[in-house]
């Protein structure tokens, strides 16, 4: 802020010098008077009479009578003396003086009300609460810093300003960038961040699992050829990374490669403390991999003529969503409504989603296993959910501050139509 001000004043100054210095010391060239220019023609005259009467083509009394005649002429024509020489004006100056202080102070008045205080202004009261985390968080880029997370758009807005300032060439900086791109679910500006880095830097493992990372986030979930070869690149270089064990697991499952999820998550849980909470998480993911690999197997084993087994009854969540009367204030016609169901323990994709334009409450849905996002993730796979509402400002899946939520408590599913009955009555800080 002190910068922007100081550089203000300076161009003010500037502009006020380019004013006042000429207005002060430069004057009018003096004005060619009349009896000055009439002189010069007398003796030009005089002159000739002279040469005339030397050459002989003048006599002595012819001589005297013009030179006579010439001098009263110049007499007669010659105005009284009088002042010449132009001057400015002391008001002028006195006036021009104020004006040049005046007008500068409006015109800053005006800015300060008016652009500052909405735009510009905010932007700069931005940098300088942020920019100091950013530069922290440049050079020790561990996690996110408590403040980033609290209000990561801002941040990120903050650091991409900073990144762009900077040339775009240095591979950290632009993985960073990349990496609060997707913690606010932009992919794209993700994919692009990452390509880059990687570009830049491509035996960097950070680097290399953040644009695995955006690739599964692109392809719904799922492992494919590019993100498998660069996880598998992160574990030549790093064999007990968890971060990459953990995100080939789950990509692998979501492409129906159960094996492979098996061995990583089985790789990871071998580091970790048997009786953490993450360690039974990683427990529960394998033993779903294996039921889910055995299905597989036995669908494979079965003969092409053989007709499929009836299904047993697939579970089916009938939900109303009412939103608090709180709340309802609100609520704009541009909201979108989203309606889920995710696993309790497991996954965090929605096992079954509903998404409409926002109308009049209660709402009331049906979850099943039609919905679901990926055949290996539905609601027939999993014995407990969690169902849950939001309201989108932004009509994105991912919750952003300012959204209006809520959440059931943890559902075991019987196979059958169950009611499920949520109240929309937070907002998401």
């Known amino acids: 802020m002190i910068t922007f ?29 009349r009896d000055g220019v009439n002189a010069d023609i007398f003796r030009e005259r005089l002159a000739e009479l002279d040469r005339e009467r030397d050459e002989g083509r003048l006599d002595e009394a012819s001589h005297t009578a013009l030179r006579q005649e010439l001098e009263r002429t110049l007499l007669v024509d010659v105005p009284p003396v009088r002042g010449s020489e132009a001057h400015v004006h002391p008001r002028l100056v006195y006036w021009a003086s104020r004006a040049a202080l005046v007008v500068p102070a409006l015109m800053l008045m005006i800015y300060y009300g008016t652009s500052y205080r909405d735009g510009a202004g905010d932007w700069i009261d931005l940098q300088d609460r942020l920019g100091g985390i950013v530069d922290l968080f440049l050079d020790e880029p561990t996690a996110f810093p408590a403040e980033a997370e609290k209000d990561l758009p801002d941040f990120t807005r903050v650091l991409q300003a900073k990144v762009a300032r900077e040339g775009m060439d240095n591979p950290v900086d632009l993985y960073l960038l990349g990496r609060s791109y997707m913690e606010l679910g932009y992919l794209d500006g993700a994919l692009q961040m990452l390509s880059r880095a990687h570009a830049l830097d491509s035996q960097q493992p950070d680097i290399m ?22 996880l598998q690149r992160v574990l030549a270089l790093a064999p007990d990374h968890q971060g990459a064990l953990m995100l080939l697991g789950f990509a692998a499952m979501n492409a129906g490669q159960y094996q492979r999820t098996i061995d990583a998550w089985q790789q990871l849980l071998a580091k970790r403390d048997p009786d953490s909470e993450g360690a039974q998480v990683l427990r529960n993911g394998i033993d779903h991999a294996r039921k889910l690999l055995a299905d597989q197997r036995k669908t494979a084993e079965q003969p092409e003529t053989t007709a499929a087994a009836p299904a047993e009854s697939s579970p089916r969540l009938a939900v109303t969503v009412d939103l608090s009367p709180d709340l309802r204030e609100k609520l704009s016609p541009e909201d979108t409504l989203f309606i889920f169901a995710k696993a309790a323990q497991g996954p965090p994709m929605p096992l079954a989603a509903v998404r409409q334009p926002v109308r009049d409450f209660p709402v009331e849905v049906t979850l099943d296993d039609s919905q679901a996002m ?42 059958g139509t169950q009611k499920v009955a949520l109240m929309i009555d937070k907002v998401v800080p």
Do not use: C, H
């Open 5 to 33: 001000w100081l550089i203000a004043l300076a161009m003010v100054s500037v502009a006020v010098a380019f004013v006042l210095i000429p207005l002060r010391y430069n004057r009018p060239a003096r004005e060619v008077s």
């Open 209 to 230: 699992l953040a644009f695995a990372q955006a690739q599964v986030m692109a392809n719904q979930g799922r492992l494919d050829d590019n993100s498998d070869r660069l």
């Open 374 to 415: 990926m055949p290996t993730l539905k609601l027939s796979n999993f014995q407990e959910v969690v169902v849950g509402a939001r309201i989108s400002k932004a009509g994105e899946v991912a919750a952003k501050s300012g959204d209006l939520q809520g959440s059931s408590d943890p559902l075991k599913l019987d196979g």
